[in-house]
């Protein structure tokens, strides 16, 4: 694509525009649009919340009824042209009379990849795909689907906090608060960005928590993350505070065929969805368990322990990206817990580098964020 500053400009926009439907389109990808005629800005829109008005639509509704005749699109997904929950966004785009649109990144659907860029090429609409730190950066955006589109498991997101000797418990299991409470919040905002939250047996009885996005939200949150419980042999209490919140929050737990059918029945009839992971060992329960988690639409974890059940997703390979509270404090204790477990690397060659690494202050703490694949 031959880019000017002008391009750059606009589909930079649309890409922050995208950002915009983070935790309310799942599972579809968030896409933002920008529509510009003769260098003037005429409309910009979002995907704002799942089974509504793509961005494209949206960006040209925002025109006003202008003449959109030599206008140009700005939208940081290829547009769709199936039909879904609603009309093809390229239909939109060659009803409004555009005549060219610039794409920050592909859709890697079957559906997609490439037909509707075909469709429209074929209607006389000049089409440029970006390249560059443009379409990294869409394709950022957009990491959950793209990975479920590719392989059918979730993208998974490890979030940890630990001290500075690398500890996110004490030898006795007390591990609240590491973390400051504006690190916590932070936590709470990323829940509501994912499809579910995933914790091991050890961390629901040790903590008996909710899992749950709690924080101000402007506008306010119109969905929870469903809740995921690896529980080999179905030891949640029907008294914790997960179950009985199934009936309103969607819970899952996941079994191995150890598990008593009198306990996985209990759950179920408390309103749990229970599905049973199989495999010799625990990082190959983890690939069943996405497996089936993917299958029934589930396009985004964020995994939050314990250190067992996060060693198994690393010797699985099904940990993403890794989010990492760094607290100023000392533990020590050769019996305190490390963040990862499981069986790990023999050899420092055999280690996973990150693909990138990136560090910042919240409150007094540092969060460091690196990023294991790319999809």
Known sequence: MQRTDTDHEHLARAIDLAQRGLGRVQPNPVVGAVV????????????????????EVNAIAAC????????????????CCHEGKTPPCTDAILAAGISRVVVASDDPTEKAAGRGLGILRDE??????????LAARARLLNQAFRKHARTGRPWVLFKSAMTLDGKVATRTGDSQ???S????????????????VVVGIGTALADDPQLTARFEADPPLTRQPRRVVFDSTARLPLDSRLVKMAPEVPLTVVVSRAAPRTATDSLEMAGADVIVATGEH???????????LGASGLGSLLLEGGPRLAGAFLDAGEIDEIRLFLAPIVLGGRAARDPLEGEGAEKISEALRALTLDCERSADDVLIKARLKEW
């Open 181 to 196: 409470p504006q690190s916590r919040e932070l936590a709470h905002r990323w829940r509501s960005t994912v499809d579910a």
């Open 124 to 133: 006389g609409v000049t089409v440029d795909v970006a390249g560059g730190e």
């Open 282 to 292: 625990e990082h190959a329960r983890v690939r069943s368990a996405l497996d089936q």
């Open 64 to 79: 006003g009824g202008a003449d959109l005749r030599g206008a140009t699109i700005y939208v940081s997904l290829e547009p």
């Open 36 to 55: 510009t005629k003769d260098d003037v800005v005429l409309g910009e829109g979002w995907h704002e919340q799942y089974g509504g008005p793509h961005a």
């Open 177 to 179: 608060w590491i973390s």
